[in-house]
């Protein structure tokens, strides 16, 4: 990823999921105020061109047909940000109410879960890591919003630095705690060693019973997508078939305890659920 630039692949998720709330029956499927949230997030984060003229346009039906033609290039892409912002949630209000006092989302981009939720679970501390520049225009959009108190935001390089070490700086994260973490659309930039990495660390700051909530590329033969990515400087750095996670994950302090996910509904991005040990 270009040092210095925020992630493209962030703003364009955000972005994406306000196109998809004017299709089919997508506004009542989202989780209520992501759509909202987002748009009033990008405006405010001064990301370049994302102003009111691109929010006013990613609403038009016309877009909605733009996005339709790209899917044909990219099966499932579109509509799969939706279903795992539906799955994300899920997993993370279920980890709460089984006990999770700490949620942590790794690469967090524009995504809205914890300014949606921290407000709704005082008793549960929200952070969020991602890339510095992304990060800061980010906390532009957040103070604009106004920042939950139970919600921190860190600015760090996953692939440079130790996620124990990262969060013992911020001060805040107890290894204690009971946890539940977020990768959504991280790990296919990370290559094999640095996701086996991550998960090593994560390990190293939770304690038993956690659970990290990923998605993870699969593997397959699409030429389009990965040629977009390069020209955008985030390419894909790792792919895992679903059935060979258990292998994948092994030696990290994580087992699996999702299903294989095989649902082409997803894109080339599936979910995965791993419990650390
Ligand atoms: C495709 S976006 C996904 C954003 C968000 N999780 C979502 O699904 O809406 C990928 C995110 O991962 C972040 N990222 C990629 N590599 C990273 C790294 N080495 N350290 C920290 N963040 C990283 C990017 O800055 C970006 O925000």
């Known amino acids: 990823m270009k040092r210095g630039r925020i992630s493209q692949t962030a703003l364009k998720v955000a972005l994406s999921l306000i196109t998809l709330s004017v299709k089919d029956d997508w506004a009542e499927r989202l989780p209520p105020g992501l759509v909202e949230i987002s748009e009033r997030l990008l405006l405010a984060s001064g990301s370049p061109g994302y102003g009111p003229g691109l929010m006013r346009a990613s609403k038009k039906q016309w877009m909605v047909r733009v996005y339709k033609i790209h899917d044909r290039l990219m099966p499932g892409q579109w509509e799969g940000f939706g279903h795992r912002k539906i799955f994300m949630q899920q997993q993370v209000e279920r980890a709460i109410e089984e006990g999770a006092r700490q949620v942590l989302v790794l690469g967090a981009g524009f995504d809205t879960l914890c300014l949606r939720l921290a407000p709704r679970h005082r008793d549960v501390h929200f952070f969020e890591v991602d890339h510095p520049a992304t990060s800061a225009a980010k906390a532009r959009g957040v103070a604009v919003l106004g920042q939950p108190e139970n919600m921190i935001q860190i600015a760090a390089d996953l692939g440079q630095r130790g996620l124990s070490k990262v969060l013992s700086e911020g001060g805040r ?37 956690s659970r990290i909530v990923f998605t993870h590329k699969i593997p397959d033969d699409r030429k389009v997508l990965p040629m977009i990515l390069r020209l955008v400087g985030e390419p894909f750095q790792s792919a895992v078939r679903s059935e060979d996670l258990p292998g994948y994950i092994k030696g990290t302090g994580w087992a699996m305890i999702s299903d294989v996910d095989t649902d082409a509904a997803h894109g080339i991005e599936r979910y995965a659920v791993a419990e650390r040990l």
Do not use: I, N
């Not at 009971?178 to 304690?207: H, I, M, N, Q």
């Open 173 to 209: 994260w107890d290894p204690a705690q009971l946890s539940v973490l977020l990768a959504e659309g991280l790990f296919l930039y990370l290559k094999d060693d640095e996701v086996r990495g991550l998960l090593d660390e994560a390990a190293a700051c939770t304690p038993h019973r």
